[in-house]
């Protein structure tokens, strides 16, 4: 068994790790709801592109964007988001499990990929996966213009036909205690329908469909932009799961060290009077 010294130790050692991690839950709960409330800002904009999107779409039914028109290939192009630090339970390793059984299921097993986040671009290059680009060390107030590399990337090789699909793939936050990855396809997209739209007649200057040429790589980003954050929502309510569960646990083994030391503090004071004793009655038997 341990030495009381070494028993306490270990036990302040926990104490301190347990206040960390109390700490780290704290502020991830505090990010939590900035993430939260930065995805309910980003939705009025995604929800006005989509409108405008649908009303031009509407007027312009015989144009036919490329990123309309889907191609017979199977080369993929996934656009992988996941977070710059780790600490967050499983997050991550879920989203590239997802993407690795997608890829095998649907294309061969064969992808390129994209890289939004420290982690998934890691990953990527351990396993000496085709990276095309990156961005990472998002700040934890990503802008429009911070994803806008990574999919005008992946665009590009659209664009060049180097890839026939552009998948998306991120971790949607569901809720605090659940958070699914999604893999889905980006190009070529359909517009979504609507039911209802704007009565009212515009006019477009110069036309509809160079319009709509501009919205649809807009459309693209505002898509990344919106996944991003969902992602981030989903890290931020992960690790304060992660630092919940840690800081339980931390606990528990101080609970465990305490009843221990006691234990061989008692054993200690048990042995020392069993010495005096014994070196009494030694004493007087003489």
């Given at each position: 068994?341990?030495?009381?010294?070494?028993?306490?130790?270990?036990?302040r050692?926990?104490?301190?790790?347990?206040?960390?991690?109390?700490?780290?839950?704290?502020?991830?709960?505090?990010?939590?709801?900035?993430?939260?409330?930065?995805?309910?800002?980003?939705?009025?904009?995604?929800?006005?592109?989509?409108?405008?999107?649908?009303?031009t779409?509407?007027?312009?039914?015989?144009?036919?964007?490329p990123?309309?028109?889907?191609?017979?290939?199977?080369?993929?192009?996934?656009?992988?988001?996941?977070?710059?630090?780790?600490?967050?339970?499983?997050?991550?390793?879920?989203?590239?499990?997802?993407?690795?059984?997608?890829?095998?299921?649907?294309?061969?097993?064969?992808?390129?990929?994209?890289?939004?986040?420290r982690?998934?671009r890691?990953?990527l290059?351990?396993?000496?996966?085709d990276?095309?680009?990156?961005?990472?060390?998002?700040?934890?107030?990503?802008?429009?213009?911070?994803?806008?590399?990574?999919?005008?990337?992946?665009?590009?090789?659209?664009?060049q036909?180097?890839?026939?699909?552009?998948?998306?793939?991120?971790?949607?936050?569901?809720?605090?205690?659940?958070?699914?990855?999604?893999v889905?396809?980006?190009?070529?997209?359909?517009?979504?329908?609507?039911?209802?739209?704007?009565?009212?007649?515009?006019?477009?200057?110069?036309?509809p469909?160079?319009?709509?040429?501009?919205?649809?790589?807009?459309y693209?980003?505002?898509?990344?932009?919106?996944?991003?954050?969902?992602?981030?929502?989903s890290?931020?309510?992960?690790?304060?799961?992660?630092?919940?569960?840690?800081?339980?646990?931390?606990?528990?083994?101080?609970?465990?060290?305490?009843?221990t030391?006691?234990?061989?503090?008692?054993?200690?004071?048990?042995?020392?009077?069993?010495?005096?004793?014994?070196?009494?009655?030694?004493?007087?038997?003489?």
């Amino acid at each position: 068994m341990a030495s009381l010294r070494e028993i306490r130790r270990r036990k302040r050692s926990i104490q301190n790790m347990e206040k960390i991690t109390k700490a780290m839950q704290v502020v991830s709960a505090t990010r939590l709801r900035r993430a939260q409330q930065a995805v309910q800002r980003a939705r009025p904009y995604a929800e006005k592109m989509r409108e405008v999107l649908q009303v031009t779409a509407k007027i312009a039914t015989s144009f036919r964007h490329p990123y309309l028109i889907g191609r017979e290939g199977d080369r993929a192009l996934v656009i992988v988001i996941t977070s710059d630090r780790g600490l967050c339970g499983p997050l991550n390793t879920n989203t590239m499990r997802a993407v690795n059984r997608y890829v095998l299921q649907n294309h061969g097993g064969r992808a390129r990929y994209v890289a939004i986040g420290r982690k998934g671009r890691d990953f990527l290059v351990r396993f000496r996966r085709d990276l095309v680009a990156e961005v990472v060390n998002l700040p934890s107030h990503p802008r429009f213009a911070d994803v806008q590399p990574a999919v005008r990337a992946a665009l590009e090789e659209y664009d060049q036909e180097r890839a026939d699909v552009v998948l998306l793939a991120y971790a949607r936050w569901v809720t605090t205690l659940r958070q699914e990855p999604v893999v889905r396809p980006l190009v070529p997209m359909e517009i979504p329908e609507a039911e209802d739209l704007p009565a009212a007649d515009y006019e477009y200057e110069p036309d509809p469909e160079t319009v709509l040429s501009e919205l649809l790589p807009r459309y693209i980003e505002s898509q990344v932009y919106e996944a991003v954050l969902e992602n981030q929502a989903s890290e931020q309510s992960a690790r304060m799961i992660a630092m919940q569960n840690a800081t339980q646990a931390a606990g528990d083994l101080v609970k465990e060290l305490r009843s221990t030391e006691n234990k061989v503090r008692q054993q200690s004071i048990t042995s020392e009077l069993m010495d005096i004793v014994g070196g009494a009655a030694a004493v007087s038997g003489r």
